[in-house]
T-cell receptor
C-alpha cells in the first residue's frame, strides 16, 4: 500500500472547520484513501473513504485532488469531542476482505475552546 | 455501524502468567479479524490476521508461540499472551471485517494489559 504523510499535530478552535491534510504521492489507480480517528484509549473509528471523487457523510468531507496525490479531511464544525489522532490510510481495493490497514503516525488534532 | 467488543477492557497480571483477550463481533459475522498492538503515543501495529477456521497469519517479528490466536467462530477471536513479561504491557486492539460486505473495518475498544 502507498505511504502517507501527515503533519504530526494541529490545533483548531471549537466551532471552526478543521482541515487535515494528507499526502499520498505514490498512490496507485486502484487504491482508496481511508480516514480513521482514534480518541484517547479507544479503538479507531472509521470516518470516510474515497477513490477520486469528493465524498461527504454525517461526520466529515473528503476532498481528493485531481491527481490524487493528496487529500484533505474536513470536519466542518469541530467540537471538543473531535480531539483525537486522525489517520489517513491508502488501501487497495474497496471491499476486499483480505486487506489490512497500515497505520502511520497520524495527525493529533487538538480542538480548543 | 457494526459493533465489536473486547473483554477484558483492562487487565493487570504478574510476570510469567498467561492472559486471554476476547474479541467479539456482536451483530455481524466476521470471517477475518485483525489484532493490533499499540504502545503509548505510538501508532497501531498489526500483529496478526485471524481467519475463521484456519491458522492465523502473523506479521514479521511477532512470535506466534507467545501470542496465540484462535478464531473458533465467525463472531469470536481470542488472543492469549503466554508467559507475559513487562515488555508485553500494551494496548491490544482487535478489528473485524463484515463477511461479504466490506467497506470498513470495525474496531474494538481495546484492552490495556499491564504486566507487573
Amino acid at each position: 500500500d502507498a505511504k502517507t504523510t501527515q503533519p504530526p499535530s494541529m490545533d483548531c478552535a471549537e466551532g471552526r472547520a478543521a482541515n487535515l491534510p494528507c499526502n499520498h504521492s505514490t498512490i496507485s489507480g486502484n487504491e482508496y484513501v481511508y480516514w480513521y480517528r482514534q480518541i484517547h484509549s479507544q479503538g479507531p473509528q472509521y470516518i470516510i473513504h474515497g477513490l477520486k471523487n469528493n465524498e461527504t457523510n454525517e461526520m466529515a468531507s473528503l476532498i481528493i485532488t485531481e491527481d490524487r496525490k493528496s487529500s484533505t479531511l474536513i470536519l466542518p464544525h469541530a467540537t471538543l469531542r473531535d480531539t483525537a489522532v486522525y489517520y489517513c490510510i491508502v488501501r487497495k481495493g474497496e471491499g476486499n476482505a483480505g486487506n489490512m490497514l497500515t497505520f502511520g503516525g497520524g495527525t493529533r488534532l487538538m480542538v480548543k475552546p | 455501524g457494526a459493533v465489536v467488543s473486547q473483554h477484558p477492557s483492562r487487565v493487570i497480571c504478574k510476570s510469567g502468567t498467561s492472559v486471554k483477550i476476547e474479541c467479539r463481533s456482536l451483530d455481524f459475522q466476521a470471517t477475518t479479524m485483525f489484532w493490533y498492538r499499540q504502545f503509548p503515543k505510538k501508532s497501531l501495529m498489526l500483529m496478526a490476521t485471524s481467519n475463521e477456521g484456519s491458522k492465523a497469519t502473523y506479521e514479521q517479528g511477532v512470535e506466534k508461540d507467545k501470542f496465540l490466536i484462535n478464531h473458533a467462530s465467525l463472531t469470536l477471536s481470542t488472543l492469549t499472551v503466554t508467559s507475559a513479561h513487562p515488555e508485553d504491557s500494551s494496548f491490544y486492539i482487535c478489528s473485524a471485517i463484515l463477511a461479504g460486505v466490506v467497506k470498513e473495518q470495525f474496531f474494538g475498544p481495546g484492552t490495556r494489559l499491564t504486566v507487573l
